[in-house]
């Protein structure tokens, strides 16, 4: 089974200022058929499903704010907030999709400074 | 639109079972797979298995082997989860969500609880 470590468990950044969020996979999640990365990021705010917010590392699902991107390949991978907002307040979840069982990283709570 | 709709929140006995279900509507089951996710309160989500309902296939988590069974009706795109065997480990919120590629919409999540 693929393991998914995120990187820090907690973060707190001023409003406005950058956010990263750090993933690293056990083993490879990037098929060499397609050159594309099986991982994607979600945020969850407290008493709500979680929102998907990237998948194939970079690509920013449909109406999501061009302030979150992904990037990374291989086994290691990052979201960033270009210019945090209050409203980004949440968990960050990335997951690997390249095998069954799909996994999870344990959550990184991202907190206003 | 897209909506995902579980049913609602369950209380259970340590060694029953639970069954929820996710109705989707627009044309979910005719293109996507159904996947599960489970997240006890205060911890991180948990993929438990999934199923492409025009395919057949399911998958689930080896830790779930056994004794849980991800189903589908077409007729009424309606997906099930049937957890059996259940402890006070097995508390928590369970969300269903469609498998396009990553999994871009989910159920309001149903809430389970098992104690005695």
């Known amino acids: 089974d693929i393991v ?3 990187s820090p468990d907690s973060l707190a950044v001023s409003l406005g200022e950058r956010a990263t969020i750090n993933c690293k996979s056990s083993q490879t999640v990037l ?9 994607a990021w979600y945020q969850q705010r407290p008493g709500q499903p979680p929102k998907l917010l990237i998948y194939w590392a970079s690509t920013r699902e449909s109406g999501v704010p061009d302030r979150f991107s992904g990037s990374g390949s291989g086994t290691d991978f990052t979201l960033t907030i ?11 979840y990335c997951q690997q999709y390249y095998n069954t069982p799909n996994s999870f990283g344990q959550g990184t709570k991202l907190e206003i400074k | 639109q897209v909506q995902l709709v579980q049913s609602g929140a369950e209380v259970k006995k340590p060694g029953s079972s ?6 989707a509507s627009g044309d979910t089951f005719n293109r996507y797979g159904i996947n599960w996710v489970r997240q006890a309160p205060g911890q991180g989500l948990e993929w438990m298995g999934g199923i492409i309902p025009i395919l057949g296939p399911v998958n689930y988590a080896p830790k779930f082997q056994g004794r849980l069974t991800i189903t589908a009706d077409e007729s009424t795109s309606t997906a099930y989860m049937e957890l059996r065997s259940l402890t006070s480990e097995d508390t928590a919120v369970y969300y269903c969500a469609r498998d396009r590629i ?8 149903t809430l389970v609880t098992v104690s005695s």
Do not use: I
Not at chain 1, 31 to 39: A, D, E, G, Q
Not at chain 2, 102 to 109: E, M, S, T, V
């Open chain 1, 4 to 6: 998914m470590t995120q």
């Open chain 1, 31 to 39: 098929y060499s058929s397609t050159n594309k990365n099986s991982l």
């Open chain 1, 82 to 92: 270009s210019s945090l907002q209050a409203e980004d307040v949440a968990v960050y």
């Open chain 2, 18 to 23: 639970v069954k929820v279900s996710c109705k």
């Open chain 2, 102 to 109: 990553a999994l871009d919409y989910w159920g309001q999540g």
